[in-house]
């Protein structure tokens, strides 16, 4: 089967790396892969391997727009990519359409009004808290009925489409893979061994991600805690602000911004104890990658984080945006390493709850479900 694969680019995040597993894992299985990207990119931080000329990397060129861009430039940004592709599409001649991003399905089933080629398009974060522009809600709204099926990451995520849509809605979280190497984790006799002594998390520096909530529980506590640090990796716009923010409670030489990692497993590893203070998510890899490294983990309990942490069992969770309660969580595990041990222990179930081979069942489901709604 000839598969079209369409993202914004295959620049960092956790949307685009799942679109290139699921590239390489299709290209494997014999079909043909051509991935269409839009932005024009000097270097990719996702690379695509296509040495055995499976996969074909189709980019657009496009340069990046200004976040600030009004309804009239969202209309004629909207029309060219429609234009592009439908005539991408009629010589491609593909039997299926896989489209990731919200911005990116609706463009990609503009272009394919009218076609009989079936497309699958996938939610990947929670649109109950996701700003986009009334342009795009309104279009998503129009054009969401036209695709064989509507892939989302929760429940939480299924529930905001109205009941007309739940119909074509497929529930697919992510998945994990083992990782190649782990924190090590004591047993019970050697747990007083264990002492954090370095804080870490990884995502963009945005609002979402809510780092400014980490940092202020970190400063509550800091001073108590001689030889603790918080390492934020990551890169984005919010960066001015939040090194601001460090610099303005003394935590300069505690808390840093170290930018993006390229070996997230590796950098994983170098921490004690991994907080993901989201105000929303999709399904964070980061977060089950920590799990996985057998890190034990404090997450707000925004959407999507609570699909996959259970309270007290394999993780801790605390109210967004709550300061306190993340600071008295935080300490509560720099004070007992036994209970730390435990959490750590029990997330590395992850792996076995999200395997790759169960996901990407669930994947090829939704394939042969939308390849046979072809006209």
């Known amino acids: 089967m000839h598969l079209v694969l369409i993202i914004n680019s295959l620049g960092i995040g956790g949307a685009e790396r799942v679109l290139v597993r699921l590239a390489h894992s299709w290209a494997k299985s014999g079909h043909k892969i051509s991935f269409i990207t839009f932005f024009q990119e000097e270097k990719f931080f996702y690379q695509l391997d296509n040495k055995d000329s499976k996969i074909n990397l189709i980019n657009l060129g496009e340069q990046k727009p200004p976040n600030n861009q009004n309804c009239i430039q969202y209309f004629f940004k909207v029309t060219k990519r429609a234009y592009l592709l439908r005539k991408l599409f009629n010589t491609l001649q593909p039997d299926l359409i896989v489209s990731f991003l919200v911005g990116v399905n609706i463009t990609v089933l503009l272009a394919n009004m009218c076609s009989k080629i079936p497309v699958v398009v996938s939610e990947r974060i929670d649109p109950n808290k996701h700003v986009i522009p009334e342009f795009y809600k309104k279009l998503r709204l129009l054009m969401y009925p036209q695709a064989a099926a509507i892939v989302v ?39 007083q061994k264990q002492k954090i002594k370095n804080i870490i998390t990884v995502g963009r520096l945005h609002e979402q991600k809510d780092h400014k909530t980490l940092i202020y529980a970190f400063a509550k506590i800091v001073n108590n805690y001689p030889d603790l640090t918080l390492n934020i ?36 590893v170098t921490g004690d ?102 006209i």
């Open 233 to 268: 990796y990551g890169e984005g716009p919010g960066r001015s602000e939040l090194q601001n923010l460090i610099i303005n409670l003394n935590l300069q030489n505690r808390a840093f911004l170290p930018g993006i990692t390229m070996d997230v497993e590796n950098t994983l």
């Open 273 to 374: 104890l991994f907080v993901f203070p989201s105000v929303y998510e999709g399904f964070s890899n980061a977060l089950c990658e920590a799990m996985s490294c057998g890190l034990p983990v404090i997450a707000s309990n925004c959407s999507g984080n609570v699909d996959i942490i259970e309270n007290g069992v394999n993780g801790l969770l605390f109210k967004c945006g709550d300061v306190e309660e993340l600071a008295s969580l935080i300490q509560q595990l720099l004070n007992n390493s036994e209970h730390c041990n435990k959490l750590a222990s029990n997330a590395t179930n992850i792996v076995n709850r999200f395997s790759e081979i169960e996901i990407l069942k669930l994947w090829d489901n939704v394939l042969e479900f939308a390849s046979s709604c072809r």
């Open 153 to 191: 990451q929760t429940k939480g995520i299924a529930d905001y489409f109205p009941e007309k849509y739940q119909r074509k809605i497929v529930i697919i979280p992510n998945f994990i893979k083992q990782p190649k190497i782990k924190k090590n984790i004591y047993t019970q006799g050697e747990s």
